[in-house]
Nanobody
Framework: VQLQAYGGGLVQAGGSLRLSCDASGRFSSYYAMGWFRQAPGKEREFVAALSWSGGTIAYADSVKGRFTIFRDNAKNTVYLQMNSLKPEDTAVYYC????????????????WGKGTLVTVSS
């Protein structure tokens, strides 16, 4: 399974970006998918994830109400719509697939993509 994330860039605080992650190879649309991020000097943290049907979605408290995760199973793509961006959202964003999503968490991911950098200026 290969995951390719893209859509990062430089944006001013209060702005928006949409990240995309395309899955290929031996990928199943039944896989849960999600996003993590790693800011400079910090550990990687969970951002958002959803089940294959989109029926179960989890968000980190820090992004609730500002970020929306959704997917297009026909395209094997997961998206992260990021609104009202803050400087503290600056990080490399990674997509992941596999594992299990609950309303509170996402773990057991099997696959990771290379990240895409999001920089939010103040």
């Amino acid at each position: 399974v290969q995951l390719q994330a893209y859509g990062g860039g430089l944006v001013q605080a209060g702005g928006s970006l949409r990240l995309s992650c395309d899955a290929s190879g031996r990928f199943s649309s039944y896989y849960a998918m999600g996003w993590f991020r790693q800011a400079p000097g910090k550990e990687r943290e969970f951002v958002a994830a959803l089940s294959w049907s989109g029926g179960t979605i989890a968000y980190a408290d820090s992004v609730k109400g500002r970020f929306t995760i959704f997917r297009d199973n026909a395209k094997n793509t997961v998206y992260l719509q990021m609104n009202s961006l803050k400087p503290e959202d600056t990080a490399v964003y990674y997509c992941a697939a596999g594992g299990r999503v609950t309303p509170q968490s996402y773990d057991g991911m099997n696959y990771w993509g290379k990240g895409t950098l999001v920089t939010v200026s103040s």
